[in-house]
């Protein structure tokens, strides 16, 4: 007889690891074999005043063919149609219990290719970015999504304004600035994160331009709230920087909880993200 909380019904037997990469933590649950993740599931499993405590909660299902999809719940129990950092962890795993060095694996956005990058560092092919209004999305049409109308502050005199859109399979708002740590973001990035402009929300970031080969950004994640690292952030920042010419099209992106490696492939137009993955702790629900 399991003693798990009535949240966690649905997820007696199923394995679970707590990871993260760089700083951004997951709990990620097994459901290959059964068990429901719900959204008061997830919305628990999220809770850091609670037992467990992430940024976002994963899902591993199995799809039509017999391979492994992600799901993606934030903690607020909406759902993402992407990780970045959660892609990396889901990849290791996944390598670990193939004894692969790369493999596919499914997501909300399409398939993910990973690629084991160095000791504990996994490089993960996101795709294409998206640039068009109607893809990203955005309310408004629009020609030139690398700046957009949004301002912040007194309307006679904005402190930020014109930041750049992208979507990495979900929404990124990307304000450039001189200092990232000066920014008030967690003030502003509630509102950025529910603007009008935004029909189905958006991740906010800050980035600053280093120099041709470096980013420093921090994000304020849609459905979260500020996190120590955001993979597609990361992903957005660079190509935004890319399409500003701040940027060469690799980087490392410095985000507080680590670094990450970005390059945006001029042969391909997909994104690739390396960093480092950690596992903290695993087990069983009801064990
Ligand atoms: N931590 C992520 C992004 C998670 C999803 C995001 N909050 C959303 O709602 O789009 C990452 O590493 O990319």
């Not at 005043?49 to 799809?63: A, K």
């Not at 690629?115 to 795709?127: F, L, N, S």
């Amino acid at each position: 007889m399991s003693d798990l909380p009535p949240a966690l019904a649905g997820l007696d037997g199923c394995p679970f690891w707590q990871m993260d990469g760089a700083g951004n933590d997951f709990v990620i649950v097994d459901l290959r074999r059964g068990g429901e993740l719900t959204r008061e599931a997830a919305q628990y499993l999220g809770d850091r005043e609670g037992p467990f405590g992430c940024d976002q909660i994963i899902g591993l299902v199995r799809d039509k063919t017999g391979g492994t999809t992600m799901i993606i719940y934030n903690t607020d129990g909406s759902f993402a149609g992407a990780c970045g950092n959660a892609s990396r962890c889901v990849g290791w795993l996944l390598m670990e219990e193939t004894g692969e060095n790369e493999l596919t694996f499914g997501s909300p956005s399409g398939p993910l290719h990973a690629t084991r990058a160095g000791e504990a560092q996994i490089t993960v092919d996101m795709g294409e970015p998206k640039l068009g209004w109607e893809d990203i999305p955005l309310a408004e049409e629009m020609n030139d999504t690398r700046y957009i109308d949004i301002k912040l502050g007194p309307i006679d005199k904005p402190v930020l304004w014109g930041p750049s859109a992208v979507s990495m399979g979900n929404p990124h708002c990307v304000f450039f600035v001189e200092d990232v740590d000066t920014q008030a973001l967690d003030r502003f990035g509630p509102m950025i994160e529910h603007h009008p402009l935004y029909p189905e929300g958006a991740n906010v970031s800050v980035a600053q331009a280093v120099d041709r080969e470096t980013l420093r950004v921090r994000t304020w994640e849609r459905g979260v709230g500020l996190t120590q690292a955001c993979g597609t952030a990361a992903c957005a920042a660079l190509v935004s920087a890319v399409r500003r010419r701040l940027t060469d099209r690799k980087a490392t992106v410095h985000m507080p909880g680590g670094a990450l490696i970005i390059e945006w492939d001029e042969a391909t137009n997909h994104v690739f993200k390396t960093g480092p993955i950690r596992l903290s702790r695993q087990g069983v629900f009801g064990d």
